[in-house]
């Protein structure tokens, strides 16, 4: 059985989404036991992995709001302002997301 420093290290790596072939050169542990331990510890991943966006999106202020408004900025400075845009046709997810996020 593998040490828990191996353990956490695995975790780590999937949740910064590298594949399993890649994690498997970096700590010499065979694909099959790296897709037991995945299962065994996809809850503790996926929170790793929220963490990681919740923290980027606190760095880069990457909320949709945010976005809009940076738009908006950005049609303000150029004198596009006073052509309203519509997202009502575009069926781009970003257009269709809530605007709460």
Known sequence: MK??????????????????AAIERELGVTKK??????????????????????AL??????TMRAR??????????SGLSSQRATFTSCRHQSCTTSWSS
């Open 57 to 62: 999106q606190e760095e880069y202020g990457l």
């Open 3 to 20: 040490d828990n420093e191996t353990r956490e290290r695995f975790m780590v790596l999937r949740a910064q989404n590298n594949s399993y």
């Open 68 to 77: 809009v408004e940076l738009f908006g900025e950005e049609l303000r400075a």
């Open 33 to 54: 036991t790296l897709i037991a331990w995945g299962k065994d510890h996809r809850e503790e991943i996926e929170n790793l992995r929220a963490l990681k966006d919740e």
